[in-house]
């Protein structure tokens, strides 16, 4: 048990969601009550003002908060496997922001200032194309992406021959663009250097006049 705890404020990261992808925060926590009546509270926000406003996307508090069945025993409180459970944000309405600030807050039962403990870990962020399966998208399946994993050289084959010039952008899973080439018109296949790319899972996106199409990309 944990007399007079603090307020816990842990920033999770500094995001750019400028790219055209959807994204998801995780995170594990664990948690015990010390009473019936504990109201400690988890909320996780996100702020897009450099931290000048707050606004709280998911929150457990008291009972909906515990983890574990039962009220704290007296024995210090270190979780088993089985007692996490995870919460989940999704961040898809600030596509398009390039400054996302997201941290947890917790925040102990403010009558008793004790609580018997809060654990977080394992914070995620996923991406995936924004509607991928809604965009009016005449360039869907049209492309391919080989070898893929890849490394070092990244082909790039349509189906039939593009008639304009188009784009090829490169995004990691912060949804940063990385790399960004030129494709030119009257071709059916082009070929780009990736060997400055570290490995990992990165989204290859085509864009072509008005339509774009995305893939994902794993890169060795």
Known sequence: MYQQPEFV????????????LAYDVEVSYSSTLLD????????????????????????????????????????????????????????????????????????????????????????????????????????EGVFSLYPNPANGVLNIGYEQLQMQSGEIEIINYL??????????AYTDKSQINISNLAGGVYFVRLLIGDYSSTQKLIIE
């Open 36 to 139: 019936s009546a504990d109201i400690a509270q988890l909320e996780l926000k996100v702020s897009n003002d450099c931290g000048v406003t707050w606004t709280t996307l998911w929150s457990k508090q008291g009972q909906n908060l515990a983890t574990v069945s039962g009220l704290y025993s007296g024995v210090i409180f270190a979780p088993k496997a089985n007692e996490w459970l995870k919460g989940s944000v999704d961040l898809s309405s600030y596509t398009g922001d390039s400054g996302v600030i997201v941290r947890m807050e917790f925040t102990p039962d403010a009558s008793t200032y004790m609580c018997a403990g809060i654990f977080m870990d394992d914070f995620v962020l996923t991406s995936g194309p924004v509607g991928i399966d809604q965009l009016s998208n005449a360039l």
């Open 9 to 20: 404020e842990i920033t999770i990261g500094h995001f750019d969601l400028s790219a055209n």
């Open 175 to 184: 949804g940063k663009v990385v790399q960004r080439e030129t494709l030119p």
